[in-house]
Each structure stands twice: as structure tokens, then as C-alpha cells.
């Protein structure tokens, strides 16, 4: 599952797929040089295409509205949050100059800080391994150790998991880690929006009782059909097939 997810974050990017057809052309184009010369202007207007942010916003949405946000006094009713990893960047960085890096989906790490700090009886589960295949030998786990504790969070209440990567992998270690208290008590699972809707149904498949807790939304309303920015628009594209792509290979092999 670990080779397939990773191959799946190859497919999922359209440029990925506009190289392959370009190179098609290439190939084609001693034999066919007409049909050759189509194909390279089609792939280029595809590629000016890929930059309105309404069409990727079209697929996430559905995702990120799965699942309404909780309400504030829905808090005290759960034992704990359960933190999936995939808010922090490489860690090279952190090697370098001795700072966690937060991503793009930061939020997954910072809106449950405040959580801890409020409720005193709080406990906090993080999961995140290395999900590359060529390793650094710093895993997420040991990033997310050093950022609660530099948040002042009380570590005597938070299990790092240090092993998971991939979805699936973080449900089976959360509830091998929590064991009888995963299922015995309900806990607020707080990952991306997008990401809820595969995430979900993996750790109920294991067992625990989890409430969804969105964050890190990348779209609002509705996007203008004006709104256009190329590289923001396709890093929305790659993130929209992974995760329906994902959501199909998941449901297929569970």
C-alpha cells in the first residue's frame, strides 16, 4: 500500500501527464508531423487551462464540506484528539537550522494547541512516520514532538506515533497505540478538510469512535471562473485526484 500511494501521487499530477503526452508527439512527430504539431498545441492549451482555480476547487469541494465543524462545547465530551501528519515539510530544514517546518497545512498542527492548553484533561495523539521512499531518518513523529513541546504543551499528555505512512497505516498505529481507549471513548480526529473523507472511515474501519474536525480548507463558497493562478491551481489538482483517486483505491482494498 506504502509503493501504491506513492505512485499514486506520481499519476495524480497533470503535468505528469501533459509530459507524457508531449512526448508522444515527439516520438510521432517523423511519421506524422501534422498530428504531431496538434497534439503539442492542445497539450500546451491544456496546460493554460490548468490554471483556473475553479475547475480543482469543483473536485475539493465536496471533500472539505463532508463534515461540519464542531462546536465549541463539543470539546470537553472527547478524551483526546488524534493529529494526523502531513503538515511539515522536509526536514533537511530542521536539520539545518534546528526549526520545525510547517507547510501548507499547518493547521493541522497548531489548531489543537490551544485545545490543550484550555482543557487541562486533554490528551493529544500524533501520528506521522517518514512517507518518502528514500528516507531522511527523521521522522514526523520526532518534528511534532519538538514543536508541541516548544508550544509549552504539557508532553505528559501527548503519544507520539512515530511509524504511519500512509492513511491507512496512521489507523491501524493510532489504535494499536491507543488500544481499548480507542474504542472505548470518542476522540477528535482533526486532519485537512479534503482529507477527512478517506481518513475517516479508515480508523472507524479499525475500531475507533472519532469525531471528523476539519481544518485547512482550500476553497470558500464558490471560485470565480476568473480566479487564475497557474501553480496554486495545479498543486489544487494533484491534491483533488489524489485524494478521489485515494478515496477509490481505499474503498476497493479495505
Not at 12 to 17: A, D, E, H, I
Not at 66 to 83: D, Q, T
Not at 154 to 170: Q, Y
Amino acid at each position: 500500500m506504502f509503493v501504491i500511494s506513492k505512485l499514486l501521487s506520481a499519476i495524480t499530477q497533470p503535468v505528469f501527464w501533459l509530459a507524457l503526452w508531449w512526448c508522444l508527439a515527439l516520438l510521432l512527430g517523423p511519421r506524422r508531423p501534422r498530428a504531431a504539431r496538434r497534439m503539442l498545441w492542445g497539450g500546451l492549451a491544456v496546460l493554460g487551462l490548468l490554471g483556473f482555480q475553479a475547475l480543482p476547487d469543483a473536485l475539493l469541494r465536496p471533500l472539505e464540506n463532508r463534515y461540519a465543524i464542531p462546536g465549541p462545547s463539543a470539546l470537553p465530551e472527547h478524551a483526546g484528539v488524534i493529529v494526523l501528519g502531513g503538515a511539515l515539510e522536509h526536514p533537511d530544514s530542521f536539520l539545518a537550522h534546528g526549526q520545525v517546518p510547517l507547510g501548507e497545512s499547518a493547521e493541522r498542527m497548531t489548531v489543537p494547541v490551544g485545545w490543550m492548553h484550555a482543557q487541562p484533561r486533554l490528551h493529544l495523539v500524533f501520528s506521522g512516520g517518514e512517507g518518502r521512499l528514500r528516507t531522511t531518518g527523521v521522522t514526523e513523529g520526532e518534528l511534532a514532538q519538538r514543536f508541541y513541546a516548544e508550544q509549552g504543551v504539557d508532553m505528559a499528555r501527548v503519544l507520539i506515533e512515530r511509524g504511519a505512512r500512509t492513511t491507512r497505516e496512521n489507523a491501524q498505529r493510532v489504535a494499536d497505540t491507543l488500544g481499548d481507549r480507542c474504542r472505548n471513548e470518542r476522540w477528535l480526529l482533526v486532519t485537512s478538510a479534503w482529507h477527512l473523507p478517506r481518513a475517516v472511515p479508515e480508523l472507524e474501519a479499525v475500531g475507533c469512535q472519532v469525531t471528523p474536525y476539519p481544518v485547512d480548507f482550500r476553497t470558500g463558497h464558490s471560485t470565480p471562473w476568473h480566479a487564475y493562478h497557474w501553480a496554486d491551481s495545479v498543486m489544487r489538482w494533484q491534491v483533488a485526484l489524489h485524494e478521489w483517486l485515494g478515496r477509490l483505491v481505499y474503498a476497493v482494498t479495505r
